[in-house]
């Protein structure tokens, strides 16, 4: 088959690779326009234009696909499949019966469970203990509805974070998309309508999502920092009421109780108060500095006893 294989970030190059190195002809990639970053907001390919590039494929790269030249762009292709993961926007419904098969896309939870854009960040932030991966045809109407062709199921880990949940949900997930593409060509594999039951959503978390909130349990800002991790980076504020990143934490349920977002200094180990136990802080980073040890971190902000974190507004992005 022709596929059109759709896709930005560094998630979706295992996909990517599978269906290059199978026997299908992916002709072209759609992918998102480059995007500034670093301190020097230089424009940067997305990793799946690289990629696609440096495997000497054609690259589309629109800054909307409801633009009528993306159509006719698009029908010259002659396309038997679209392929989508992570791609970052939506395909017009105009678009959705333009390959002869349709659109397939590689969706990270086990659908009807988290539909949206951040499916691993909930699936932490809730606790749960298996998630997956789903491949479904795309359709018109609510994103992530379409009928199912195939899943699996992954074990959530103990100490996951949304990285590396994701980094292994992406790695299996080549894999089922491959044999669903297979299916398809070889007119073995039809499409289920999603059911009902146990439908949630999973919208973009933002940057209020990935605020600590030390009055909760531990086990809650646990979830929360690792969800947030590295996207879109959990923070709470320093004593001066400047943003200070987080890294995964430790509930310590050894240590004495301290009050929500009380600090306590060890020799090694830096203790914050939630409503349940402390949680060891990992790594932070303070504003406009790299991640660093949090005892190091303590040992130079100089903190006192009576010292709190997230006692007051952020005077600036992190």
Not at 27 to 48: E, I, M
Not at 66 to 73: E, F, P, Y
Not at 94 to 115: E, I, M, Q, T
Not at 160 to 189: P, Y
């Amino acid at each position: 088959m022709r596929l059109l294989f759709a896709g930005t970030p560094e998630v979706a190059l295992p996909s990517l690779a599978r269906l290059l190195g199978g026997e299908h002809e992916v002709v072209a990639v759609l992918t998102r326009p480059d995007a500034p970053a670093g301190r020097g907001r230089r424009l940067v390919p997305s990793p799946v234009r690289q990629a696609a590039e440096s495997a000497g494929v054609a690259v589309l790269t629109p800054a909307t696909l409801r633009d009528a030249a993306v159509r006719s762009d698009l029908e010259a292709l002659d396309l038997d499949l679209g392929v989508l993961v992570a791609y970052g926007g939506l395909v017009p419904a105009d678009l959705l019966d333009l390959p002869r098969h349709g659109w397939v896309n590689l969706h990270f939870s086990v659908l009807p469970a988290w539909r949206g854009a951040a499916p691993v960040q909930h699936a932490l932030l809730h606790g749960d203990e298996v998630t997956g991966a789903t491949t479904f045809r795309l359709k018109a109407g609510p994103v992530d509805t379409g009928p199912v062709y195939g899943t699996l199921t992954e074990t959530v880990r103990p100490r996951d974070t949304s990285g590396d949940l994701l980094g292994r949900l992406a790695d299996a997930g080549a894999g089922l998309l491959a044999t669903t593409v297979d299916g398809i060509a070889a007119g073995a594999l039809a499409p289920q309508p999603q059911g009902e039951d146990g439908v949630s959503l999973a919208p973009r978390l933002t940057a209020d999502d990935a605020r600590v909130r030390w009055d909760h349990p531990a086990i809650a800002v646990d979830r929360r920092v690792r969800a947030c991790t590295p996207s879109p980076g959990a923070w709470t504020t320093d004593p001066a009421g400047e943003r200070l990143k987080v890294g995964p934490v430790r509930p310590r349920s050894d240590a004495e109780p301290l009050a929500p977002g009380a600090v306590s200094v060890g020799r090694h180990e830096v203790l914050v108060g939630t409503a349940t136990v402390p949680v060891e802080l990992g790594a932070v980073a303070p504003a406009g500095r790299r991640m660093m040890p949090a005892a190091d971190w303590a040992r130079g902000a100089r903190l006192t006893p009576d010292t709190r974190l997230g006692g007051g507004e952020p005077q600036a992005d992190a």
